[in-house]
């Protein structure tokens, strides 16, 4: 079973960045599909970005140039820099690994106030 942990959420202003860290363990990292999810209160978890194993990233149109994806296969690291954030963007932000099957991490929580 893949371990994921989150970090890098907090409190931030409207027009602020941060940027989150999945960590995930096991050897499958680099052949997995990786991504980011959120969940706001009372609303359906949703995508946000995903890298595939050959780096081919996709975004949910709420987040395109604003977002950036990445992965650093030799730290089994995959990264969201979040710019110019909205206070729609506050949620519960989850770390997915695709391969075979799924996994999920903890979730860190992003709140943007504005």
């Known amino acids: 079973q893949v371990q994921l942990v989150e970090s890098g959420g907090g409190l931030v202003q409207a027009g602020g960045s941060l940027r989150l860290s999945c960590a995930a363990s096991g050897s499958i990292f680099s052949r997995a599909v990786m991504g980011w999810y959120r969940q706001a209160p009372g609303k359906q978890r949703e995508l946000v970005a995903v890298i595939t194993s050959s780096s081919y990233t996709n975004y949910a149109d709420s987040v395109k140039g604003r977002f950036t994806i990445s992965r650093d296969n030799a730290k089994n690291t995959v990264y969201l820099q979040m710019n110019s954030l909205k206070p729609e963007d506050t949620g519960v932000y989850y770390c997915?690994?695709?391969?075979?099957?799924?996994?999920w991490g903890q979730g860190t929580q992003v709140t943007v106030s504005s």
């Open positions: 997915n690994l695709q391969f075979v099957g799924v996994s």
